[in-house]
């Protein structure tokens, strides 16, 4: 396996991976060059770090000890993923070592107080490992001076096909959740739990992302398809949250975190109007992101899982994206 990043975004630019042959061929999507990734219109996330917090907060606000704080409205009346310059847009300082693991690429940087409406000087390093036994594994850390929301998440787009002029809606998913998070029309979560049994989102047992993505369901139509935040199995160990399998190369991707939310995003809004790698267009369900995280909307939502860290704790995060091959058929 080969894994190139920079330290713009902390971010992910390839992640070469074998298939049954052991063809190495590139799984994300992205850019070859650097300015398309200064603009969200042009790089969505890719292969991002996400932060201060990641995933929706309803109206681009919250309250935190008695005070208001206000975000930026980036998505529609919400505000997504850190912000206009959140986390994926800053430079972030970098050391490369060799780890008892394998390769390490360490990234760090210092938050200030404010940033994208956010409180609290908030110091965070973030390190990618390509470990021997051909796995990708992500390491948060994070510590703050005062109370402040933080959900971390790695935003890559995976096509294991290795070519993104095929879509993802073959490829076979697995998720390790009963349930979801359910949302209103503008993808913010309601509250509730929702069990997966019945509906289109139960991905207990593996089947293409396909096979109900165009089912009639009202949430499948809020989000234009896959866009929610599955509630994982099991407490804070790392654990299993998601198998992503290729059948034509054999590429399977499994996904372990210590987060207790896996946002699975099946592509809705990528429409060919993005060039990425090679020239070649970024078209609709191109791809699909796997991203493990807290659930969307935390600071609004007390009976959530709570995302606030307060001084004197040290924020932790473990994701693993991890790769085999399986043989014919």
């Known amino acids: 396996m080969r894994a190139e990043l920079t330290n713009y975004g902390a971010l992910l630019v390839r992640l070469l991976a074998p298939d049954r042959k052991g063809t190495l061929e590139d799984v994300v999507l992205g850019h070859d060059r650097p300015e398309p990734y200064f603009d969200h ?7 991002a770090t996400v932060g201060r917090c990641a995933n929706r907060i309803a109206g681009g606000q919250f ?10 409205r980036n998505n529609g009346p919400n505000a997504l993923h850190g912000g206009e310059q959140g986390f994926d847009q800053q430079v972030w300082d970098v050391r490369t070592y060799l780890g008892p693991d394998g390769p390490c690429a360490e990234f ?6 404010g940033e994208e409406g956010y409180p609290g000087n908030l110091a965070v390093q973030v390190t990618y490992t390509l470990t021997q036994d051909q796995a990708l594994r992500i390491d948060y850390e994070a510590t703050t001076d005062a109370p402040t929301p933080v959900n971390l998440t790695h935003h890559s787009y995976w096509n294991l096909s290795g070519d993104v002029r095929e879509d993802i809606l073959g490829h076979q998913l697995t998720v390790f959740a009963d ?20 509906t289109p989102f139960d991905f207990r047992e593996p089947h293409p992302i396909g096979e109900a ?13 896959y866009d929610h935040n599955f509630v994982l199995r099991g407490g804070p160990e790392l654990k299993p949250a998601a198998t992503l399998y290729h059948a034509t190369t054999g590429r399977e991707l499994q996904v372990l975190t210590t987060e207790p939310g896996l946002q699975v995003y099946s592509g809705n809004f990528l429409d060919g109007q993005i060039s990425g790698k090679g020239g070649r267009r970024y078209g609709y369900r191109s791809a699909i992101c796997l991203e493990p995280q807290h659930f969307p909307d935390s600071p609004n939502q007390p009976h959530f899982p709570s995302v606030i860290l307060e001084p004197g704790q040290r924020f932790t995060s473990r994701t693993v994206y991890a790769f085999k091959t399986r043989g014919a058929g």
């Open 213 to 225: 993505i165009d089912r009639e369901n009202e949430q499948l139509r809020f989000a234009g398809g």
């Open 179 to 198: 349930g979801i998070t359910p949302v209103d029309a503008s993808l913010i979560p309601t509250g509730s739990i929702q069990p997966v049994e019945g």
């Open 63 to 72: 309250s935190l000890l008695g005070h208001n704080y206000s975000l930026a």
């Open 41 to 47: 219109a042009q790089s969505p996330f890719f292969g």
């Open 108 to 113: 760090s940087r210092l938050s200030p107080d």
